[in-house]
């Protein structure tokens, strides 16, 4: 009796693990997905304001403003995305050290929120030359990640 128990908990472990497993590497993608989603918000909002500034005459203060403050709200979305997924075998172009070195990590994505709130600021004043400084800004912001965290 307790030998076919022990081989039926044995089953029902050879039977479960793998699951487990694939659960939490589905988990993990899904969290990749997430910030990759969040990333490609910003980029668009980004590029769309970068075609504003660099034409005067598709530069529209108000729409400016709604994507510099949506740039704000996606980048206090960041931090969310990145939970450690280093032992999961996921597709990710994120380097594990972010993980390694979580605290500068974690510095970068509020510079960038940061960078994001002086950019809506600046939108908001209606003065050109200010909201082209803040815009660089952020680019600065995001490149110092990209060139750290990111993989090419």
């Known amino acids: 009796m307790l030998e076919q128990q022990r081989r039926w908990i044995l089953y029902l472990a050879c039977f479960l693990l793998p699951y487990s497993a694939t659960q939490a590497a589905s988990e993990a993608q899904d969290q990749v997905e997430y910030r990759e989603g969040v990333f490609h918000v910003m980029a668009w909002?980004?590029?769309?304001?970068?075609?504003?500034?660099?034409?005067?005459?598709?530069?529209?203060?108000?729409?400016?403003?709604?994507?510099?403050?949506?740039?704000?709200?996606?980048?206090?979305?960041?931090?969310?995305?990145?939970?450690?997924?280093?032992?999961?075998?996921?597709?990710?172009?994120?380097?594990?050290?972010?993980?390694?070195n979580w605290d500068d990590f974690q510095q970068k994505l509020n510079d960038i929120e940061s960078k994001a709130g002086g950019l809506a600021e600046a939108a908001a004043s209606g003065n050109k030359e200010s909201v082209t400084k803040a815009f660089g800004a952020v680019g600065n912001s995001c490149k110092g990640c990209h060139d750290e965290y990111r993989k090419d």
């Open 45 to 100: 909002d980004f590029s769309q304001m970068k075609r504003m500034l660099e034409d005067e005459s598709r530069y529209n203060a108000e729409d400016f403003q709604r994507r510099a403050n949506r740039l704000v709200d996606m980048a206090k979305m960041l931090p969310e995305g990145f939970p450690e997924t280093r032992p999961k075998r996921v597709k990710t172009d994120a380097k594990k050290q972010i993980w390694e």
